[in-house]
Nanobody, 114 residues
């Protein structure tokens, strides 16, 4: 059972990135998926989530810029991030959760800098 994030990198303000969260060893179908991020020296914070019924929620600071997308055929969830800002710089983690079960990926670094 594994969750793997990818797609991070170094971009300039205003650019876009698409993060992937891919599962192996289990199906993401029926799991709620949460994207978190942790900036240096800061606690981990919730960014966006998609429930088992595909209800989507976003942290206020990313509304209108980030979109969470579930692809059951690829057993993956994506975080499309547009108009990135320096304050979006962080390590981004995905979490798959259902009832008392929770799986985490290892994180992917996103750096937004000119």
């Amino acid at each position: 059972v594994q969750l793997v994030e990818s797609g991070g990198g170094l971009v300039q303000p205003g650019e876009s990135l698409r993060l992937s969260c891919e599962a192996s060893g289990f199906s993401l179908n029926g799991y709620g998926i949460i994207w978190h991020r942790q900036a240096p020296g800061m606690p981990r914070d919730w960014v966006a989530s998609i429930g088992g019924t595909n209800l989507k929620k976003y942290q206020e600071s990313v509304k209108g810029r980030f979109t969470i997308i579930r692809d059951n055929a690829k057993n993956a969830v994506y975080l499309q991030m547009n108009n990135l800002k320096p304050e979006d710089t962080a390590v981004y983690y995905c979490e798959a959760t259902r009832l008392s079960t929770s799986y985490w990926g290892q994180g992917t670094q996103v750096t937004v800098s000119s």
